[in-house]
């Protein structure tokens, strides 16, 4: 008797999988040499899946829920070595359990600047910076071309290859597309605001660095042209304009201007620029902006937001920093 209660102890009557913390794609339940009891409990939870494996090979698929382990419930097994042997039946198998969570904040990045032919300006360096979610929808395609037989998988392992295709996928669309280097920008802004992403996400902020800036005024006025147009087929609360105004900046580098340098200051103040622009330099590349002709040429009353306010309230940087040696104050 005491031999077989010490056998039966080797059983396994519960599988199941409290996920510890975040970063968790996989995780095998730890068999030892220990086989699961005929009859045994399966708890997957929700934002789980499981897989049964034997010899190798997918025996069944669980999603959430709680399960008896039976002929019944998982009929491949009648042909697991043991189903019908000693001790109740017992078994022996693999069981893997997948996160179906959605993995929040996956970032990605170009390293090195994407290099893309453009009919106006030539050769464009572009980079580009963003954020990505994901999860797994098919586990046993996760198990057999990915994860495989590992004790665990983190997300880290999956991370290189993932943000590969993101940057594969985008240096091809972005070459492909013969969008002007010009009208990619444009074209996102028109996105962004007719789709309502900012009805959506009222306190989301966007910036545009280094992609010129005197386009967004004939494109504010299209764009409320085309809303008072068909305002009543378009699902927003606002001018596209405020929205522009609101959650957009642009960096102000580089600067693009007419002969006439009121053409300049006029256009300053139709896009109201205190509302818009950060100041950049690009200093000490050669084609960098000097800040004192920039302060000259702005509306008196926008200097102050353009050159620093509306930096310091966009990246919620200190209102003072130590100056560095040499430094002159412009403005």
């Known amino acids: 008797m005491a031999l077989m209660d010490f056998i039966k102890k080797q059983f396994i009557d519960i599988i199941q999988w409290t996920e510890e913390g975040d970063g968790t794609l996989a995780w095998r339940f730890p068999m030892a ?23 190798g090979k997918v025996a069944d698929v669980f999603g959430p829920g709680m399960y008896k382990l039976t002929t019944q419930t998982i ?38 600047p994407i290099t893309i032919r453009d009919k106006d300006f ?6 580009a910076f963003g954020n990505y979610a994901y999860r797994i929808v098919d586990p046993k395609a996760f198990y057999t071309e990915i994860s495989g037989t590992r004790a665990s998988y983190p997300v880290g392992d999956l991370e290189g290859q993932l943000r590969g295709l993101v940057l594969q996928n985008i240096s091809n669309a972005i070459a492909g597309s013969g969008v002007p280097f010009l009208d990619l920008a444009a074209n996102q802004v028109m996105s ?13 902020k966007i910036v ?37 105004k609101d959650h957009i900046k642009f960096t102000t580098q580089p600067l693009d201007y007419p002969e006439d340098k009121t053409e300049l200051m006029r256009a300053f103040e139709w896009m109201e620029c205190e509302k818009i622009l950060l100041f950049s330099s690009d200093y000490p590349h050669w084609t960098f902006d000097d800040p004192r002709w920039l302060v000259k040429h702005l509306p008196e009353p926008a200097r102050e937001a353009v050159m620093f306010r509306n930096g310091l309230n966009t990246y919620h940087l200190p209102d003072t920093v130590p100056a560095l040696e040499g430094q002159v104050r412009v403005f």
Do not use: C
């Open 33 to 55: 040499e220990m086989e699961i009891q005929n009859g045994a409990s399966l708890t997957v939870r929700e934002s789980q899946m499981a897989v049964f494996v034997n010899e």
């Open 192 to 204: 962004m605001i007719f789709d309502g992403l900012f009805d959506r996400y009222p306190t989301l």
């Open 122 to 127: 030539g050769a464009v360096r572009l980079r």
């Open 208 to 244: 545009f660095v280094e992609h010129a800036f005197t386009w967004i005024l004939p494109l504010m006025w299209r764009m409320d042209a085309i809303y008072e147009a068909r305002k009543q087929w378009v699902d927003i609360k606002r001018k596209p304009s405020d929205y522009v």
């Open 75 to 112: 009929p491949v097994l009648t042909y697991l070595k043991n189903w019908d042997k000693l001790f109740q039946s017992p078994f022996k198998s693999d069981v893997y359990f997948f996160s179906t969570r959605q993995q929040i904040d996956q970032k990605w990045g170009t390293p090195q």
